[in-house]
C-alpha cells in the first residue's frame, strides 16, 4: 500500500480534490496542515523543500512529491484502478473538462472565493468581474447537467471530482445558492455526496482555518 502524505489547508478545494479522491479509493493519508495564511508557501526556504511553485496542495508519494491537481487525480485513477475512462473517448473527454476545470471554474471560483470571503476589504468592482465569468461557466456546467448525471455520462470520473470540489464548501463563502441559481449542479453535488466515502471538505481537511470575514 502506498503510504501518502497530503500538505494542504482547509479551505483549499485543489487539497479537497486530493483528499477526496483518495478517500474514495480507500485509501488513507498523513494530513500535513500547512500555514497558507501565514504566508508559509511564499518562503524562498519552504519552495526549496516542499514545492518550487509554491503551490498546496502538494501529494507525497513515498519518496516523491507531486504538484498539480489534474495530473495527481489521472495518477490516482490510473494506480487504483477508479475513477478514470475506459476508451479513448471517456478519457478525452476527462481531459478536456480538468483543462476546462483548472483554467475557468475552478481557477476563477478559487480566486472569487477567496478574495470575496477570507480578505478583509475586497474591491466591488473586481468581485462583479469575477462574478460574471463564474456566472457564465456555472451556466455551462448547469446546462451540460441538464442532459446527464455525471460529467461524461452514467458514472462519476475525476473530472466529477475536480469540479465538485470549490462548489462543494459552505455556501456563504462564495455567496452561490446553487438550489436556486443552478438546479441541476445542485443535484450532481447531492449525487456525489451519496458516493460511499463521501466527505465534505472541512470534515476531510481539519487545522486551523482562515478568518472568514463573510
Not at 470575496?116 to 448547469?142: C, E, G, H, K, Q
Request: aromatic share 14%; net charge neutral; with cysteine.
Amino acid at each position: 500500500m502506498t503510504n501518502y502524505r497530503l500538505h494542504y489547508f482547509p479551505e483549499s478545494g485543489n487539497s479537497y480534490k486530493l483528499a477526496l479522491m483518495l478517500t474514495l479509493c480507500g485509501q488513507t493519508f498523513e494530513p500535513v496542515w500547512t500555514d497558507f495564511g501565514g504566508g508559509v508557501t511564499r518562503t524562498p526556504e519552504w519552495r526549496a523543500r516542499v514545492n518550487v511553485m509554491g503551490e498546496i496542495p502538494v501529494l507525497e508519494e513515498g519518496l516523491q512529491r507531486l504538484t498539480q491537481t489534474a495530473p495527481i487525480l489521472l495518477r490516482l485513477a490510473e494506480r487504483h484502478g477508479q475513477f478514470g475512462g475506459r476508451s479513448d473517448e471517456e478519457r478525452f473527454e476527462i481531459l478536456r473538462w480538468l483543462f476546462w476545470d483548472n483554467h475557468k471554474l475552478s481557477g476563477y471560483m478559487a480566486t472569487y472565493r477567496y478574495y470575496r470571503a477570507f480578505t478583509p476589504s475586497p474591491d466591488p468592482a473586481v468581485l462583479a468581474y469575477m462574478r460574471r465569468r463564474l456566472d457564465d461557466y456555472l451556466t455551462i456546467l448547469n446546462g451540460h447537467l441538464l442532459e446527464r448525471p455525471f460529467m461524461i455520462g452514467d458514472r462519476p470520473t475525476i473530472a466529477d471530482i475536480s469540479m465538485m470540489a470549490y462548489l462543494s464548501f459552505p455556501k456563504r463563502e462564495a455567496g452561490y445558492d446553487l438550489t436556486v441559481s443552478h438546479p441541476a449542479v445542485n443535484a450532481w453535488l447531492l449525487r456525489m455526496a451519496e458516493l460511499p466515502g463521501w466527505r465534505a471538505p472541512y470534515d476531510l481537511l481539519p487545522g486551523k482555518r482562515l478568518t472568514c470575514y463573510v
